[in-house]
């Protein structure tokens, strides 16, 4: 007995969730913004503030104490710094969407059991409230910038496009999390540890090219490695990004989100037997 | 009954719900067995399973107000939730008519670290209003729910009742054509279960259909058209909710060793009863009501052997020992079901073992929640009976006008006495008897006490006065 509300032959099924119920994700995804800073006396303030001051950290202690210079072009202390940043954006983004993801369904008992609620729609709620940060990070860096790197490049226009191949993954991440979440409950401790890792092994701390040859084309396993490029590409390097390969990388992050809507919906039906 | 002329309908209904010993079986559940099929390997089980509901079948018109009553664990809440939507059927189909709103036990659903607003703004979206309806309607379902600033409070601070308020006023606020209450108004203060009532009597008469789960028996003899019994997730009789109502307390009263017989009993008569589903106005109690003249009917009353009260506390005896304690009729007939206006007896009898002087007996009625409503002795101190001999008995009874409502009262016993200077209680029960006084049609006393008052109402024209 199949539950889905959604025709799953249908490789848009995950979308569907979305514009179908588009109110409610907004709502969520905006309560979740703003719930986050509740109380706190600057409110969002904190999401432009934080990432700025992450950025400050980061130009003192890989600039100004390490002296890292992410190419040998330059000598600014801030080069380094912003690099990381526009890396450390996306890879934020993804952790903090699949940290989330594990708990997201048990966190709501009370939509599983007490309401008919689409709970397929947490996941873009859930992405949703990530890609506002992202924004605001995004925006922040943009803003910077200018003064540091000398000029803005033009290709930032493209840097939505990259993020626009990079959700169907994030999305699909978080539906298979969510469900496996709710019936494996060790796998909280476990996504914590896979996201640093994926971080580590991205070019996010280090350029690609400093990787010893033999194992250089193994990043490209990791599913952040090409989003990080390309942002870096478009908003630091003012290069577009690798059309090829991000043609390739949403092909299969829309097969991922396919699947793993999939997967979410057939085995929703035993959330209420377990929560 | 024409298509779209039914509200709910429920066919062959059952839920199995299945009990994991830990989360990650019943992923293993979804998977294995498929895979040990594959191989024609024999596949396990990987939960413990429990029946909550077994075959139920009923149909519910547009407009009509159903009550579902049972015991406890009788699988009412599970049953809604099925028509609700939130819980799967094991086997069989529920189909509803039009938009549901529900208060299920314990929430509807409310995010406990959301504020009332945002919630109120969740569930108006969940229901499928628009962005404007919810906007309109907002204003009302404040009005309603009376909570003040708490509303802007995450609702994990609330009350219960402030709760059950917000979300009964988000309920009737989306204009549902089905109203579904499970319980949850018991909750609230009485001022406000009397504007809920008098909310539902207005969603009722805009043809919307009400289904709700009651343990109060006068509530759902009031307010329905209709009952179901459920019992240990078998639909026993429905029918008229008197009818029902009598049977489910003879099932509550009942010994368990009964039990069987009487839930046979009750199903065996579904079918004559059957003739009585409906929204007609109720049949007479009993076929020996007859009147004597006088105004004061004789008994058409009747015993049910499991009305016998769990709380029966008796204080430890010194020389002499209450037993029997019972009510019959002027006739001598035992009887525990009572007619209201009817008068009755209550009788018990006293042993003694040593000799006691000044000796006096009395009782008291009380109500379920333990206020004493009346009460008697046999006389005053000083008139006593001088001297009860060891080994005598004492018959002792009290005629008594049954000026009750409703409902359920219990009977104290005591005997006075002395065996040297002081007075004191030889003997007492705390709820030794009770008995039940059942709803008759046409008497509009309210709360506790039918001082048959006769109420009258007239349009009192301005201009004429
Ligand atoms: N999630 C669950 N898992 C296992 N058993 C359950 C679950 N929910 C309910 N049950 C069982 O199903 C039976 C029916 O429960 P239900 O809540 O429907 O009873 P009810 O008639 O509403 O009782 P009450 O009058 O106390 O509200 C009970 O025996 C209960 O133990
Ligand atoms: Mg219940």
């Known amino acids: ?8 032959i249908d490789p848009l099924s995950p979308y569907q969730a979305l514009t179908r119920h588009f109110a409610l994700v907004v709502q969520m995804a905006k309560r979740d913004v703003t719930g986050r800073y509740r109380g706190s006396f600057a409110g969002l303030f904190w999401s432009f503030f934080n990432p700025l001051l992450m950025l400050v950290v980061y130009t003192f202690v890989f600039g100004v104490i390490f002296r890292s210079r992410w190419n040998e072009q330059t000598t600014s202390p801030f080069q380094y710094a912003m690099v990381l940043f526009a890396g450390l954006n996306i890879s934020s983004f993804f952790s903090e969407c699949a940290n989330r993801a594990t708990t997201l369904i048990i966190e709501n008992t009370s939509f599983v059991k007490r309401v008919v609620f689409p709970l397929e729609t947490l996941t873009w709620s859930t992405v949703g409230s990530g890609v506002f940060h992202l924004c605001v990070s995004t925006i922040v860096l943009l803003v910077i910038s200018p003064f540091f790197m000398g000029q803005l490049p033009w290709t930032v226009i493209f840097f939505p496009i990259v993020v626009a191949c990079f959700l169907p993954f994030v999305a699909g991440i978080v539906w298979l999390l969510a469900s496996l979440g709710v019936y494996l409950r060790d796998l909280r401790q476990v996504t914590g540890i896979v996201t640093m890792t994926l971080m580590f092994l991205a070019p996010i701390l280090y350029p690609r090219t400093l990787i010893p040859i033999p194992y250089r084309e193994w990043l490209y396993l990791n ?3 090409i989003i990080v490029e390309a942002s870096q590409n478009v908003l630091i390097w003012g290069q577009p990004p690798a059309w090829g390969q991000l043609g390739v990388y949403v092909l299969a992050s829309g097969l991922f989100a396919w699947l793993a809507f999939a997967w979410f919906e057939q085995t929703r039906k035993g959330f209420a037997d377990v929560v | 009954m024409s298509s779209d002329d039914f509200s709910i309908r429920v066919e062959g209904l059952s839920k199995r719900y299945e009990i994991y010993a830990r989360p990650v079986d019943r992923l293993k559940q979804m998977i294995l067995p498929r895979v040990q099929r594959g191989l024609h390997w024999p596949a396990r089980a990987w939960f413990s399973e429990f029946w909550a509901l077994h ?20 699988g009412k809440s599970t049953l809604l939730q099925m028509i609700c939507g939130t819980l799967t ?35 108006g979206l969940l229901y499928g209003l628009s962005e ?11 009005d309603f729910a009376e909570i003040g600033e708490f509303i802007d409070q995450p609702v994990k601070t609330y009350s219960s009742g402030m709760y059950v308020r917000l979300a009964f006023a988000v309920a009737i606020n989306v204009s549902p054509d089905v109203l579904v209450l499970d319980e949850a108004l018991s909750v609230g203060d009485e001022a406000f279960q009397r504007k809920c009532f008098a909310r539902i009597d207005q969603i009722r008469a805009s043809g919307a259909t009400v289904l709700f789960v009651s343990h109060a028996a006068g509530t759902v003899i009031e307010l329905c058209n209709r009952a179901l019994l459920l019992d240990r997730g078998e639909l026993l009789t429905e029918g008229s909710p008197k ?34 589903a409906g929204t007609g106005p109720p049949a007479p109690i009993a076929a020996g009501a007859a009147d004597n003249g006088s105004g004061k009917r004789w008994d058409a009353s009747s015993f049910e052997e499991g009305l016998i009260p769990k709380s029966t506390f008796r204080y430890d005896s010194s020389g002499a020992s209450i037993f029997d304690p019972h009510i019959e009729t002027l006739d001598g007939r035992r009887v525990n079901i009572l007619q209201p206006q009817c008068e009755y007896v209550y009788a018990y009898r006293v042993r003694f073992e040593w000799t006691a002087s000044n000796v006096r007996c009395g009782m008291l009625i009380r109500t379920v929640t333990g206020l004493e409503l009346a009460g008697c002795i046999t006389s005053w101190r000083g008139e006593s009976l001088p001297d009860v001999e060891a080994g005598s008995e004492l018959e002792v009874r009290f005629l008594f006008p049954c000026l009750f409502a409703s409902g359920a009262y219990f009977l104290n016993a005591g005997v006075q006495g002395s065996f040297g200077e002081e007075n004191v209680y030889l003997d007492r029960w705390i709820d030794g008897a009770m008995f ?16 048959d008052i006769k109420p009258a109402i007239r349009v009192v024209n301005r201009e004429a006065a």
Request: glycine letters at 8%; hydrophobic letters at 35%; charged letters at 25%.
């Open chain 1, 1 to 8: 007995m199949t539950t889905s509300a959604y025709s799953l």
């Open chain 1, 223 to 225: 599913p952040l490695t």
């Open chain 2, 55 to 74: 075959d139920v079948s009923f149909n519910v018109r547009k407009g009509e107000t159903v009550g579902i009553v049972g015991r406890n664990g009788s």
């Open chain 2, 89 to 123: 059927p094991t086997l069989g189909t529920v189909a509803v008519n039009g938009r549901v709103a529900a208060l299920l036990e314990l929430g509807a659903g409310f995010n406990p670290e959301f504020t009332g607003r945002e919630n109120v703004r969740l569930s």
């Open chain 2, 132 to 142: 404007q309806e919810l906007k309109a309607r907002f204003d009302a379902i404040l």
């Open chain 2, 243 to 276: 009818h029902v109502v009598s049977r489910y307390q003879k099932l509550l009263y009942s010994p368990v060793d009964k039990h069987e017989s009487i839930r046979e009993h009750i199903k065996a008569g579904k079918e004559t009863d059957a003739l009585e």
């Open chain 2, 436 to 451: 039940k006084v059942i709803h008759e049609p046409g008497r509009l006393a309210t709360t506790t006490m039918d001082l």
